[in-house]
Structures are given as C-alpha cells and as structure tokens.
C-alpha cells in the first residue's frame, strides 16, 4: 500500500536512512571507547506527513498487519512490544524534550536486512527522527538526532544499547568511516575510499542469530563496570593499552580480565586503524580485524561457529582479514578484499558453510554510503 492509499493524500517529505557496519570498535561504546562505523547502501525509507490532531498513525512495507494508530499524549514506555514501538518511541522521545510533535501520518519500508546485526531498528528510529525534524523544524543536528533515536530504543523499546548504531545512521558520510569518541560524542569523518584502492568490503550475513545474545550483553557490560571499579578508572576507555599488562596483574577474575583485555584492545585497534588509513595503506587494516575477531571470540566471548567460520574460510580463500561485526552470536562478519579475490573469498566462505551443514550465508559488498538525508 502506498501512502496515499493508505492516508488520502500526498507525504509532505521522504527521507531515507541506512543501517550500518562496524569497521573496529566492539563493544567499546559502553566502555567510553572509540568505534568506526560505515553506512551501508541499505536504507529505511519514510514517508511523512504532520498532523495537528495528536494522532500518530504508523505502517510498515514490510510487516503484516496494516496501520498501527496512537495518540502522541497516551505513549508510554515499554508497553509496546511490535516493531510500531521504534517510531512510536522516537516521537516519545522528542516530545519528552520538549519538542512538540502534535501528530504524523508515516509510511515507511526498508532494505536493511532485520536481525542481522546491521542495525535496521536504528535506520528505522532514525529516518522517523530526521522527518520529523525537518517538518516540525525542531533544528537538531545529525548527533542531537542520534541521541533521541538512542533515548526512543533505551527508554521506549527497552533494548540497552549504545549510541554508535543511531549515530552512524544519522551522521556518517559517503565514502568514509566515522570515528566516534564514545565518551564526549566527538566524531571526524576518515576517508575510506575502498574501490580507489581496489579493495571491497563484503558483509557476510550468517542468517542465524543464537539465543544467548540479551543476557550475554548484559553480563558483557556489568563484567567490563567491575573491571573498570577495581581498576580504579571511571570506564576501561581510561586504561592505556601501554599499560595493559599491569592492569590484567591486578584482576583476579579470569572472565573480567578477557573482558578487559578485549576493550582495551579493541580502542587500540581501532587508533591503529585510524593511523593506517590516514598513511594510506588500507590493506593494513586487514590483519587488525582479524585480530579483532580473535579477540572477540577468546576474550570476549560472543562469537560463535558460524562467525568464527566466516573468518576462517575467508582467510583461507584470500581474504586481507575479517572479523565478526555488531554484537555477536550470529549476524554478521565483514571481510576486506582485494576486487580479484571477491568471488574466490565468497566460493571459500559459501563451501565452508555447505560442508558444515549451515545454511547459505548472505552476502554483500559494503560500500560507504551516505548517512541519514533528505530524499524529496
Ligand atoms: P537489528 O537492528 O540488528 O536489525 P534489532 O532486533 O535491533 O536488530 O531490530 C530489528 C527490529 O526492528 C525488527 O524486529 C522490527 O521490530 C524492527 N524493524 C526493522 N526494520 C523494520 C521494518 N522495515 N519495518 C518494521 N519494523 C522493522
Ligand atoms: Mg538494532
């Protein structure tokens, strides 16, 4: 159904924003820590329209079950629990700053694959955010958007996670990674000009996702705020890889210290990447992520079979490094090439899975796309 069948008229505005791929930079957001996510050409679509009656009426494309109405002064958070909660919760979030949303007719539809670990719920909360923003000009910026989106999926929807999926849909740009400080929210733009190169970045969607994924991120998080209390420091992002031997003498808990050993690695790993690129060499970077991936899978603890194949079969058929990406247990690994190896790389992975009776992965080239923006 199109958003004139559905609501009578033409939209006001279309907007489209994309889901994401982290480079480097896992599990460091709630540490404090630094991260390097891409957009990926996948986008959520909105088509918007204000209304001046409180009524909030939401579809999606891609779900059964047709318009999902509400008011703007009855939403409540956390008793929502369909996929209307994500643009439900961002008009929530924007009115509890002080913005006044006094309605919308929205219609939105997605190529972001759901589930994935691509963040299609952030590309979801972020179009809606950025549409609104533009009809109602609130004036946020890209980052005030991120923080709204992040608020909406924490408070609203109740998912506990960190700020770098909304802010890579909001604020990432064509043709680069964004560093993200996740503790002051600072950003730069770093070229990531993969095809001047002749390099690719293919994501590879396992299609399974394992149920431990909530309890295990909790658990992540609480084990890294222990780390960081016996360690005396406010966040692990205070710890300095130089220092990180001595740090590991001092935990006694053998969980805790992988846990530690992964964060503080893991930013180093992602300044080495930010040091690489900025001297050129994008091949380097290759190595980095499949030590990532170690890291994730021995340390860390939130890989599993299927990720840790990808890896594998991927280096083996050629590939300059992969690793796991998002938060693990399934969904997706990234894997650079060079172009001459793309199909070779794929025929690795995609027999590897074959022979260990898995389903057929997905997969796709990454290139770094546009963030969140205006489409009519
Ligand atoms: P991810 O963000 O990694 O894709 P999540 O579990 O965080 O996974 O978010 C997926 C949820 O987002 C879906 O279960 C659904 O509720 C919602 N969602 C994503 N895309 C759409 C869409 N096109 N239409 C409706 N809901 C969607
Ligand atoms: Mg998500």
């Known amino acids: 159904m199109s958003f004139e069948e559905l609501y009578g008229s033409a939209p006001e505005g279309t907007w489209a924003a994309p889901g994401r791929v982290n480079l480097i930079g896992e599990y460091t957001d709630f540490n404090e820590g630094f991260v390097m996510p891409l ?45 209307a909660a994500y643009p439900a919760g961002v008009v929530w979030a924007l009115r509890e700053a002080g913005h006044p949303i006094t309605g919308a007719d929205i219609h939105l539809s997605s190529t972001v694959p759901t ?25 946020l910026n890209c980052q005030d958007l991120a ?14 996670c960190g700020i770098m999926d909304q802010t890579a849909s909001a604020c990432c740009t064509e043709g680069h990674t964004l560093y993200l400080d996740c503790r002051d929210l600072s950003t730069r733009q770093v070229p990531f000009d993969l095809a001047a190169q ?60 992988g846990y530690v050993r992964h964060i503080v ?78 199909d070779a790389v794929s025929k690795s992975v995609t027999e590897a899975f074959a022979a260990a009776g898995y389903a057929e992965p997905r997969i796709f080239v990454a290139t770094p796309s546009a963030g969140a923006r205006r489409l009519a």
Request: net charge negative; glycine share 12%; charged share 25%.
């Open 39 to 83: 957009a990926l050409p996948h986008t959520a679509v909105a088509q918007v329209s204000r209304r001046g009656d409180g009524v909030l009426r939401l579809f999606s494309a891609d779900i059964d079950g047709g318009v999902v109405q509400l008011r703007v002064d009855e939403l409540e958070p956390l008793t929502n629990t369909s996929w």
């Open 115 to 139: 589930g994935a670990g691509l963040s299609s719920s952030a590309a979801l909360e972020v179009v809606t955010a950025l549409a609104l923003n533009d009809l109602y000009e609130l004036g």
């Open 147 to 160: 923080v709204v989106a992040q608020r909406a999926e924490n408070a609203f929807v109740g998912v506990p």
């Open 198 to 257: 002749g390099l690719q970045l293919l994501v590879v969607d396992t299609r399974v996702k394992h149920a431990l994924g909530d309890g295990a991120y909790a658990e992540r998080r609480a084990g890294c705020e222990e780390g960081a209390r016996t360690l005396g420091v406010p966040a692990l992002r205070d710890v300095p890889y130089e220092e990180l031997t001595e740090a590991l003498a001092r935990l006694d808990d053998p969980t805790v210290r």
């Open 265 to 342: 690695s893991d930013n180093h790993r992602v300044e080495q990447t930010i040091t690489l690129l900025g001297a050129g060499d994008v091949r380097g970077v290759g190595p980095v992520l499949t030590e990532g991936h170690a890291s994730l899978r021995d340390d860390l603890l939130v890989s599993c079979a299927e990720l840790d194949l990808v890896v594998e079969s991927a280096n083996a058929g050629g590939a300059l490094g992969a690793r796991m990406t998002g938060g693990g247990f399934g969904g997706s690994a990234i894997v650079l090439v060079e172009d001459a190896y793309r």
